[in-house]
């Protein structure tokens, strides 16, 4: 979840302790680091960076509180922008990590931690009891954690690219684990450990209940800024998390959300190029983005930049056909809510390889499925680009290779007619009729040029055994029909005139997704496995589809966010 940015040299200000300054405390080159207990005595290693210059203070003060080591150079130079704006910065490691005490319990704790060390802010003299939270990928994972029952002093927070869901966002997908993410990304904190946690606790039981956001979001009380990519690895979790906010917060939170999402990776914010596709400069630049961070802050903290109160509440990238000039979208959309007014439509999966919204007559599908050679992952919403030597690839990227495959099925519209503008959470709902207790669905959606190029627009997984619910088992009866729901995550895309709308089934997206055995066995020990031969059942009796959301609406305001 590490991101990269030029090094940057560093200035700033500091002194050891402020009973002990001057009426003018002096500069220096580093800032103080204090230990903050938390209420079980483990010590977090805190900086805190003060604005000299911008007054004697009390100001307003950011927290940042990460994984990734508070001095490294992207955090060190995120703080320098917020002292130029008369804030203070305090950046705080996480318990575990960097020089602070204890174990990394990976989010466990962040949320009395989180609190606590707000508690602690408010007493300081330097505070005027204003206090922002700001953070990308993990760190906003920590600003979602302390939002439930935060003290009064929090103002707002920022999370870019976070989730406050870590099980149905981050660890799992439809019941299967996301090892392409889950295990390097812990391997990188040393936290292995709780990699053998995650499979422990496959469904969702007390153990993740215990760290459970959404079923406390009554009690976050601040406005937020939600910003998100479309092929971002928490994508789902940052539009879930502010469609939950803005309507079922406390009083200061519902109604005041705000939500950006554009045709960004993970660790592509700002950037035009995704995966194998580059999109027109007018998809906001990182600096722009930066400027309305500022602003965001400079409205909450300060009462300035009041141009911010008239944001709209959700400003996304509608992604269009590339290197196709005048082709629809590719702009950006102001709406009033999330998910935007659409229709589900659906596309029915044709024993032919059609995809209609006609239903089609009866037929089957066979479908194999062989956990010793897993079909591999090409693109998507990742983090990592090889893992144990596979390569996944990031966002956008052409699937003929494993379209081609004898193990993939694949379904395909005829050539549009007229664009397709696709806008919301989409969905497949298959029928199989199974000859092996457990199986995993992995299910592509693709947006397929006049060229052949066939780019992925979303992708995801069902685990059969989990279809009865996240929170318990339910085992296939081998020869008996079953439904089995494949959420794909969301998306905003228009589909050219000429270019055809593609769905692949397959067993397996490895290393992205953890094998299926598919013998029902125990997961944390399974055997050989064996080979699945499923077969997708179509037409009226087993209406095997693609649940699309088409924009209801073609004529929306372009108007940017203010920046005045």
Not at 78 to 106: H, K
Request: charged share 20%.
């Amino acid at each position: 979840m590490r991101t990269r940015r030029p090094f940057l040299i560093l200035l700033v200000l500091v002194a050891a302790s402020w009973p002990c300054w001057d009426a003018r405390p002096a500069a220096a080159q580093t800032p103080a680091e204090v230990l903050v207990t938390m209420p079980d005595g483990v010590r977090l290693a805190t900086d805190i960076y003060l604005p000299i210059g911008h007054g004697w203070g009390p100001w307003p003060v950011i927290l940042q509180r990460t994984p990734y080591g508070k001095q490294s150079a992207l955090s060190a130079s995120t703080c320098l922008a917020w002292l130029a704006q008369g804030f203070v910065c305090v950046a705080q490691d996480v318990r575990g990590t960097g020089r602070s005490e204890g174990q990394n319990t990976v989010f466990r704790d962040d949320r009395v931690d989180g609190q606590t060390t707000i508690e602690w802010i408010t007493r300081q003299v330097w505070s005027n009891d204003k206090i922002g939270t700001f953070g990308g990928s993990a760190l906003g994972i920590t600003e979602y954690a302390l939002a439930p029952g935060a003290p009064s002093a929090l103002k707002c927070q920022l999370p870019v690219v976070a989730t406050p869901d870590f099980y149905h966002h981050a660890a799992f997908a439809g019941g299967a684990l996301r090892y392409g993410l889950t295990y390097p990304w812990l391997a990188g904190q040393n936290a292995l450990g709780f990699f053998e946690q995650l499979r422990q606790h496959r469904q969702w039981d007390g153990w993740w209940q215990e760290i459970d956001i959404v079923s406390r979001v009554g009690t976050i009380d601040a406005p937020g800024l939600h910003v998100g990519g479309w092929y971002d690895i928490f994508l789902q979790g940052t539009l879930d998390a502010f469609r939950l906010i803005q309507h079922q917060g406390g009083p200061n939170a519902r109604g005041k959300q705000k939500l950006v999402v554009g045709p960004w990776t993970h660790t592509g914010l700002g950037s035009t190029r995704a995966g194998q596709l580059t999109y027109p400069s007018n998809a906001m630049s990182y600096g722009e983005l930066l400027g309305d961070w500022r602003d965001w802050f400079l409205h909450h903290l300060k009462g300035d930049k009041p141009a911010v109160a008239s944001w709209p509440a959700v400003r996304i990238y509608l992604m269009g056909a590339v290197d196709e000039p005048g082709a629809p979208g590719n702009r950006w959309l102001d709406l009033d809510d999330w998910p935007a007014p659409a229709w589900t439509v659906p596309f029915f999966l044709g024993a032919g390889g059609g995809l209609s919204r006609l239903l089609p007559a009866s037929g089957e599908c066979p479908l194999t499925s062989d956990p010793a050679n897993p079909v591999p992952t090409r693109g998507g919403a990742n983090l990592f680009e090889t893992v144990d030597g596979a390569y996944l690839g990031i966002g956008p990227e052409d699937q003929r290779a494993i379209e081609g495959r004898a193990d993939v099925l694949v379904f395909s519209t005829e050539a549009l007619r007229e664009p397709l503008p696709v806008i919301g959470p989409l969905r497949a709902v298959l029928w199989v009729r199974p000859d092996t207790p457990d199986l995993d669905l992995a299910v592509r959606v693709t947006d397929v040029y006049p060229d052949g190029r066939s780019m992925l627009v979303v992708d995801g997984i069902a685990r059969a055994r989990m279809r009865c619910g996240d929170d318990r088992e339910c085992l296939l009866t081998p020869g008996q029909a079953a439904e089995v729901v494949v959420d794909l995550t969301s998306t905003a895309l228009v589909l050219n005139v000429g270019h055809r709308l593609r769905v692949s089934v397959s067993g397996s997206s490895w290393p992205r997704f953890e094998v299926n055995p598919n013998d029902g066995s125990d997961l944390n020990t399974p055997g050989q496995g064996l080979v699945a031969h499923p077969v997708l059942l179509v037409g009226p009796a087993y209406p095997s589809r693609l649940e699309v959301p088409v924009l209801r609406t073609s004529v929306f305001p372009r108007r940017r966010l203010s920046r005045g």
